[in-house]
């Protein structure tokens, strides 16, 4: 019930004047004007009545808490109102004489109400005025029955001696440390100066050290030199892919599945994330188009002058010799170990494009060829060749005749032509081997064709005869083919066709990089949706 | 964004910068251990190869990985008059398997280093982090363990400071007068700018470990 309002005390509450009056040593006094000010009496009473106030509240509250009566609230916040506005006024009267004093209470309470006059007492502690005597007394020893200004300058004379002594004793000091070489007091605050030597390596070093933190030189490891250690650190054992190196591995891209052995690419494929070996219709036999065993729902209608599942309605037949020798070179591929197809393949490219034919071999070649140059060149994008093309191989079957008009390197119509007598030969490859090819073949210079190739090809024949543009009579079929297949590619992509263009015209010297240049044409494929197959080629499409 | 201020220290006087920023920041410092991967991309994602690095923290039992992309710094006169360097900054925790991403992206390994040292981390106005490494150098690909120093007898000093693009200039200048606390014993200045070391470094050094006698934190 006390202190409930943290009344601030005045600091001399209970002014004390009968308590020191009757003591000797002079009292510190508060100044008569301040404490008139203050009026304490006043503040007194105030507080007085305050209390009694807030007790009288109390009082009532706790009648009605005893005779469980709700009190009249109006009534009580009326008088609450009442009581802090006192208190406040209380409390801003006592702020304006505060500035006298130094230091006044923030906040009084039961806990220091008792020890707040004490602290605020100017008075010393006894100790410290005894002690304050006694050197008082030490140093007016002999003056102290002196009048005060006589007193004075006694002292002044004393301190003036002191001083002299003082600067007789730095000069003695200064003296000595010259006479004994000690260099003078300064010494430890000089700034050290750097040996220019050192600085320089120092400079050296810190150039090393930034250049290496932030732009990585002098950390560079040769690349013959980056080979992985056989004990990676802990953190990097499971992080790094296995087996080929720390540098990015694009391979398994051309592991598209084939009937034969030989040219299986899944031992080839170290990713093993395309090539399941055994699984996915890896080596599964594609019924040839001459079955008619369309699996795809799109099958191309027999009206196409050049359907593909009956090569011999094929406007311009490919000669047998060419035939033969298509044949016979993808004998000998297939006979081949893997990894000297690609060199046999270049080869029978070559010599195919002396021959100016790109034939059955020639395609059968170009699916090794993409698929063992992704294999050789990394390629990472190729890998997503295979995931694709393996569920749509049935699909894909109908692509791959049309893939076989897709000659990569020449433009010849006979080429084209042949390209779809080969779909037979190319049936038992899988579609991805297709694809693959079908990729390949995008380097023909007539930018539709291209397009059209690349599109899927549920229709086969023709959609080769799409977009042939003029001036190359001969492909009309395959264009028109082209046209029917809903993919429509053609004239969608004139910079793609104009850089396949471009690729073309290497030759067939340059199968690795007519295929890689393949892929940006491939990739700008439009087309999204008709076409079923349209996802899986544009993902050949981006060896 | 960050504001970022690089300095440089003799290896003797890490100590002494320890302990004061010990007294500064009033947090333990934190032990850094960070394998960092820096990774270019081919040729197949663009014109202009992208820097890409990887931050693997082998601090703690689980190593944890961060991916970081360091942008282009702001240029013109208002950065010139800024103390700080200010660029664009992205981060983010990634999984272990980034590496792996990374490679599969056509991005290269083109250096890598191995940070050690400490850390400590102070508020004032912005969180400021103040990393106190020894760059290392790895003589075979990815071994950690025989990580030499780059530069022995000096350590790399870096103050970083996230910052948005309404507030940089504050946090600028949290970071520099965070600096001055600091001028005893090392310079700091924007990464690329060289600052040499402090003539005053040995006796502040001296001091700081004298008032501390020579007390390990």
Known sequence: MENIGGVALPQGYQPPPAAEGVAPPKVERLNPVVQQQLNLESVKTRALGLYKAISRILEDFDAFARTNSTPKWQDALGQFSMVSMELFNIVEDIKNVSKAFVVHPRNVNAENATILPVMLSSKLLPEMEAEDNTKREQLLYGISGLPVHMQIEKLKARIDMIGAACEAAEKVISDCRKAYGLGSRQGPTLVPTLDKVQAAKIQEQENLLRAAVNYGEGLRIPADQRQLPTSLPSHLVDVLPFGDGAQNLGDNSGTYVKNNPPFSSNSVNTQGVLQTPGGQLIGRSVPSPSNAAFDNASTPPMAYANSPRSSTNIANTPSPQQQVQQQQQRQKIMQLPQHQQPLLVQQQLRQSSNAGVLGQGSISQLHDITGQTQQKFQQITGQHQMPYSQPMLQQQFQNRQLQAAHMPHNIAQNQINQGSQLRSHLNQFSGAANSALFNAAQTSPNSQMITNMSASMQSQLPRMQFGLTGGHPQRNLQSQMLNDQMFGMGGSNPASMVANLQQQQGGFGNIPTNTQNLQPGMVNLPNPTQNPNFPQQRQQNQQ | ?217
Request: net charge neutral; aromatic share 6%.
């Open chain 2, 1 to 217: 964004m960050e504001c970022v201020v690089q300095g440089i220290i003799e290896t003797q006087h890490v100590e002494a910068l320890q302990i004061l920023l010990q007294g500064l920041c009033g947090a333990p410092k934190e032990r850094i251990r960070v394998h960092e991967l820096c990774l270019k991309s081919g040729p197949n994602l663009g014109v202009v190869p992208s820097e890409v690095r990887l931050l693997c923290d082998l601090a703690q039992p689980t190593p944890s990985w961060t991916v970081r992309h360091v942008g282009g710094s702001m240029r013109g006169a208002g950065a010139e008059q800024i103390s700080v360097l200010v660029r664009t900054v992205v981060e983010s925790k990634v999984g272990n398997n980034a590496l792996r991403f990374f490679y599969a992206l056509g991005y290269k390994l083109d250096h890598e280093l191995l940070k050690i040292g400490f850390a400590f981390r102070f508020q004032k106005g912005a969180p400021i982090t103040i990393t106190v490494t020894s760059a290392n150098k790895m003589p075979r690909l990815h071994a950690t363990d025989e990580a030499v120093p780059v530069t022995p007898g000096i350590q790399l000093v870096e103050i970083t400071a996230p910052a948005a693009a309404d507030n940089y200039n504050d946090v600028a200048s949290a970071v520099s007068s965070f600096c001055e606390y600091l001028a005893p014993l090392l310079h700091l200045s924007k990464p690329g700018v060289s600052t040499g070391i402090v003539p005053t470094a040995a006796a502040a050094a001296a001091s700081l470990l004298s008032n501390s006698g020579g007390k390990t934190i």
